[in-house]
């Protein structure tokens, strides 16, 4: 559906699906030979590369993310984000609100919005909001920032996060206080749906807190330590939540914390109340949040 004055391209990384996917595709890549170009291989090589190689076969001067779970509602969307991003050649990764669908199409009410109103996200808002602070879906930067990333983005456990990070660094980001995406959760295979399912819940929590933590310090070293302050902050709370999962009581009231527990509102204590004491309640609650 977009509408743009700039000629644009769909590339499709078909990973070896295993429905009918690729039937599905070849036949709009059919349809639409000037426009859609189908990117795969013989062997499924996962999504990280599976993303970089649409990359790296892009012809543009942008990229502009759209996940298999997530859709555009905005046939302006594109021409937006470019127009803003061609006027303003420091900004390195543009980025806007989408609304929260459980699949297949049930309306939750909710969005990913987190200003009110168009404006510079400063990188220390990136850090501390975690890979889903921007909406994957919203995602448009520049194709030369992330042609040779640094070595933490390929090791880290989660794609969104560490790039969010990098490009973040390149210049500036900036938001567009509009819906013009959907994030779509609920959705059989997708990463919050087996992290939701897993029987093994809260050890899959501090193995995804902990990933956090690796991309966080690789980060650090990565930026010479521009953004120390606010990464050590994130990096504590992080340890903080980790704790907690783990019922280590005695740590949590050591000198280490007392600062961060001191800033914690009303509502946060009673969260920690809960995990401390309530577990199985909070597991609950926690498996409702990702599924929300």
């Known amino acids: 559906m977009q509408k743009t004055n700039f000629h644009y391209e769909i590339l499709i990384g078909e990973d070896c699906s295993t429905d009918n996917t690729r039937e599905i595709i070849e036949e709009y890549a059919r349809l639409y030979p000037e426009k859609i170009r189908i990117i795969t291989s013989e062997k499924n090589v996962g999504p990280r590369q599976n993303s970089h190689r649409l990359l790296n076969h892009s012809k543009g001067k942008y990229i502009a993310e759209c996940e ?9 969307k594109l021409q937006q984000q470019v127009e803003y991003m061609e006027s303003h050649p420091n900004c390195s990764l543009c ?3 989408a609304e929260i669908i459980k699949a297949p199409k049930k309306s939750t009410g909710k969005q990913i919005r987190p200003y009110k109103e168009n404006q510079v996200s400063p990188i ?7 890979g889903g602070f921007c909406p994957t879906g919203s995602l448009l930067y520049p194709k030369k920032f992330m042609e040779t990333p640094p070595d933490f983005y390929w090791k880290a456990h989660v ?3 560490p790039m969010q990070l990098i490009l973040s660094s390149k210049g500036y980001t900036y938001y567009i206080d509009k819906g013009m995406a959907v994030y779509r959760i609920g959705v059989k295979g997708s990463w919050s749906s087996r992290l939701n399912e897993d029987k093994n819940f809260k050890e899959k929590m501090i193995e995804v807190y902990m990933g956090d933590i690796s991309v966080l310090t690789a980060f650090n070293t990565y930026t010479n330590l521009r953004y ?35 800033e914690m509102g009303f509502k946060k204590r009673i969260e ?4 401390c004491h309530l ?12 599924n929300k």
């Open 124 to 130: 220390e808002d990136i850090i501390s909001g975690g």
């Open 95 to 97: 980025f806007h609100a």
């Open 272 to 275: 920690i109340y809960v995990k």
């Open 159 to 161: 794609g969104d996060y």
């Open 228 to 262: 120390s302050m606010q990464i050590e902050k994130k990096i504590m709370k992080l340890e903080f939540e980790i704790l907690l999962l783990k019922k280590d009581i005695s740590e949590l009231k050591s000198s280490k914390f007392k600062a961060y527990i001191n």
């Open 279 to 290: 577990p199985i309640l909070y597991i609950i609650l926690a498996r409702m949040k990702i």
């Open 68 to 76: 298999g779970d997530d859709y555009w509602t905005d046939p302006y």
